[in-house]
């Protein structure tokens, strides 16, 4: 099986949290090719209308529910991120800076959602010194992401993939693409599976 999996997705939600773990193991049992796309959520959501589940009362109530069940299905650990909604542009323009190594990537955004979604501590993406050790403690070069971060062509890549994304059709995230065709969030997966069979 040949096919890629286009993956548009922020560090900000947590269903990209959920949706990053599951469709990893999506892609260990079809051995398709994961194409990540890191957007600006924020950005999408103002150019469609949409509004994130905490800013409706009855969504934001069943939101923290459906986790908890999401979690456990999937076999994830989650920890709410007291500083929600974070800033995670800088994290999601050094997840595309990091694109000439993928696995260097691959463990940036794996580090970067744990950092976001999986800490106890509560860690502000947005506060350079606690970033910056836990960046440390993951392994990376916090100075090397940090300046990927503030890069300019990384901004720009930024834009144009949340541009893209809306183009597209994509209100939300996480968004996943198979042969042009886009499934909205985490629990279309199976879909996204049947699509890469087809």
């Known amino acids: 099986m040949a096919k890629q999996v286009e993956y548009f997705f922020d560090f900000v939600s947590a269903f990209s949290y959920v949706g990053h773990k599951a469709v990893k193991q999506m892609i260990a049992r079809t051995g398709?090719?994961?194409?990540?796309?890191?957007?600006?959520?924020?950005?999408?959501?103002a150019a469609?209308?949409?509004?994130?589940?905490?800013?409706?009362?009855?969504?934001?109530?069943?939101m923290n529910k459906d986790l908890a069940r999401i979690c456990k299905r999937h076999g994830i650990t989650m920890?709410?991120?007291?500083?929600?909604?974070?800033n995670t542009r800088g994290l999601t323009r050094a997840a595309i800076g990091l694109a000439d190594d993928p696995e260097t990537q691959a463990r940036f955004i794996d580090a970067a959602f744990n950092i976001c979604?999986?800490?106890?501590?509560?860690?502000?993406?947005?506060?350079?010194?606690?970033?910056?050790?836990?960046?440390?403690?993951?392994?990376?070069?916090?100075?090397?992401?940090?300046?990927?971060?503030?890069?300019?062509?990384?901004?720009?890549?930024?834009?144009?993939?949340?541009?893209?994304?809306v183009e597209r059709g994509a209100f939300g995230a996480p968004?996943?693409?198979?042969?042009?065709?886009?499934?909205?969030?985490?629990?279309?997966?199976?879909?996204?599976?049947?699509?890469?069979?087809a």
């Open 32 to 45: 398709a090719d994961l194409i990540v796309r890191p957007m600006f959520l924020g950005g999408v959501m």
């Open 48 to 62: 469609t209308g949409n509004r994130p589940p905490g800013m409706v009362a009855a969504k934001g109530a069943y």
């Open 79 to 86: 920890h709410m991120n007291p500083h929600f909604p974070m």
């Open 117 to 165: 979604w999986n800490d106890p501590r509560g860690i502000d993406p947005n506060d350079p010194e606690a970033l910056g050790a836990a960046l440390t403690e993951a392994g990376f070069d916090a100075a090397q992401i940090m300046a990927l971060a503030t890069a300019d062509e990384n901004k720009a890549a930024l834009r144009a993939n949340t541009d893209e994304a």
């Open 175 to 197: 968004t996943f693409f198979v042969d042009g065709e886009m499934f909205f969030g985490h629990d279309r997966l199976d879909y996204v599976e049947e699509a890469l069979k």
